[in-house]
């Protein structure tokens, strides 16, 4: 034991080769990747997957997600994305758990000719950069989603975009991090010096602000949940992402019958439902698919996504501290970017070789950035350090 | 202890005077008045105010509530409502319970030309019964309740009309019951031969139907509430009820903060809240008061009302069954009639003379009732009575 050292929880081994400070699904994924090639792994949280995965719909969709002016993100999205049917299929097996993943595509509509002629260009900007977006004619729209209100004025598929309940992939992803040997301890980490460890991970999402520096702010998302009366599933199997009267929202069905309706995105910090949201996000979500009018609201909830000032996750070292990792600010994408998050952090740990799809998306594209406090460093420097940093960086 | 008799739990006197089947508001209000008039008397729930009253809106509006063809219904509410002022004084005298009693008056609104027109036929009917009803101009409606919307068209005002929340009076009536000595029994009542009495009072609300076979039918009802951010008031005084674009609303402003919305009105029974009912009620809220999109939605809620076929309360012994009497059926206005159904039933009970009050509302109107069995009265007749017959029919 190091003495004044940070104190460090019975039965954890000591000194981990690296400390993921956040158990939601990035950080999880980091520590199954990580224990799974043999590194002593700790993994810090007060309560796992309650944060922005437990509100998040989970559409695996980087090609209805390709926004004007993200195009490096949307190569990310698109990596991370073509990743997740091996990574589902190795974590389901892994765990024994159903992940609730589903491949029926996203369609993309317009309520009214509004929507429609702003949906046109989004599609017509996807289809630029070379991804599969078929626009459909309205008969085809209503053939293969017979759901949709009548008065929808068009759509168009994105049949790669696919979709995972992320309340079944926490638990998953948890069950496989512990069966590779990684030890989940249940508490928060105030100052990155709570932990040592030859690296530690932050993946914390808007908590990695305080410990890191970094320019993570909390992004407000509200979202609903509705379930289809009856117990059967809902009676459409798209997901359907939409413009309606100028509201963008989207529809994802689950095979239990859930609906989730969302969302909005909102520069506040609180975590209350306001009527006016809800109120926006029924609307436009009956407006497009009718029948959900009939659906139980079961559920009203808010969330803080981590975002960053160019919308991107923060992938890599901290500037001046190369024991740190940052693995957060995935702002509305934390779920579909989990699986190239988890392989490129954990081979940079293991390798000392940035993949060069982090290139642009390592903190110090923000300038540099001065960690609150040195503790760590100085703990590795006294002997809790098992890696050496040319190794990863 | 009767050989056969019902099963009396532990520390119950035996046998009471009366027993009450439901502790919601009605039901206390009858054990309050008979213990403090000397009875002895025992209410059996198993959830104690967890009925209609937890979802009621608690508007004590006789006037508001005056409708075509309900004329004996609205001399009762009327001849309630003059009772509430010094029962509340009273309850919250004996309780030490602040009641959230309100006494600004009901604006009655309608937002369209459509909606106006159909609310200025309801008031002229309301004026012609000789409620005080006094339209107002729109600058004068403004000047009330600025938070309305501009595009509201006109309004009345209901001075008289008042309002108390239901929340705090379950347990308000609950402690003054129990203060004037009557017993709380935690359990439900299957049977009527389950309680031995010398009255038995079925106060069960739509449970009164199972009990009595008298025709009470759940109607489901949803109701929203909502607070202001910040802890802060309601931006208006007034309860507020209207039509907008059709959709009747209400809305009811607590010190607190909370605003209460309500309320559909199905022939449903289940008590599950859709998507399409919150969505109504919303928009309907929003369009009348719009700054109550800034609210919170602090909770969704659906609960049953004891509906009639005359949607009138029933009143007064079951027909063959002097011995028991019912309290139900209040439909809508349980909780503004509870001080005339209170008094009226314990007045039967200790007099035997029955109010000309009740006369409209007895069990009987609906022709011959057959109790499913006939225990409580084998067992009065075994000695388990302590009243004679003729003292209360």
């Not at 950080?27 to 590194?39: D, E, K, M, S, V």
């Not at 992938?315 to 501290?321: C, K, M, Q």
């Amino acid at each position: 034991m190091l003495t004044g050292g940070p104190a460090q929880p019975a039965g954890v081994p000591f000194p981990p080769d690296v400390a993921v400070v956040g158990a939601g699904p990035v950080g999880l994924a980091i520590a199954w990747r990580c224990a799974a090639r043999g590194l002593r792994v700790v993994v810090h949280d007060p309560a796992p997957g309650s944060g922005a995965a437990h509100v998040a719909a989970g559409m695996l969709a980087p090609v209805a997600e390709a926004y004007f002016g993200e195009h490096e993100l949307t190569g990310l999205l698109t990596a991370s994305a073509a990743r997740w049917p091996a990574f589902a299929a190795e974590l389901a097996d892994v765990s024994g758990a159903d992940l609730g993943y589903r491949a029926d595509g996203t369609l993309m509509v317009g309520l009214t000719a509004d929507d429609l002629a702003e949906a046109r260009r989004l599609w017509a900007y996807q289809q630029g950069l070379g991804l599969p977006v078929a626009v459909l004619r309205p008969s085809e729209l209503r053939d293969r989603e017979p759901a949709l209100a009548p008065r929808v004025r068009g759509g168009a598929l994105a049949a790669t975009d696919h979709q995972v309940d992320p309340r079944r992939l926490v638990p998953a992803l948890r069950t496989a991090a512990e069966r590779a040997g990684a030890t989940l301890v249940a508490g928060a980490v105030r100052r990155l010096s709570d932990v040592a460890a030859g690296v530690t991970v932050v993946a914390a999402g808007c908590g990695a602000a305080a410990l890191t520096g970094l320019p993570v702010r909390p992004v407000k998302g509200q979202v609903l949940r509705l379930r289809a009366p009856g117990g059967v599933a809902p009676g459409f199997r798209h997901v359907i992402r939409g413009y309606a009267d100028g509201e963008h929202v989207y529809l994802v069905p689950r095979a239990g019958g859930e609906v989730v309706v969302g969302a909005t995105v909102e520069e506040r910090t609180d975590t209350t439902v306001s009527a006016g949201a809800v109120l926006r996000l029924l609307r436009a979500a009956v407006d497009l698919v009718p029948e959900l009018a009939e659906y139980d609201l079961v559920e009203t909830l808010a969330g803080l996504r981590p975002g960053t000032p160019d919308n991107a996750p923060i992938l890599g070292p901290l500037t001046g501290r190369p024991d740190v990792l940052a693995a957060t600010g995935h702002h509305r994408h934390g779920i579909v970017l989990t699986p190239v998050t988890a392989d490129l952090i954990s081979d940079l740990i293991l390798t000392g070789e940035p993949d060069p799809l982090l290139a642009p998306f390592t903190p110090d594209r923000f300038g540099l950035v001065t960690p609150d406090e040195p503790g760590v460093a100085g703990a590795r420097a006294s002997g809790g350090a098992t890696m050496k940093e040319e190794r990863w960086n």
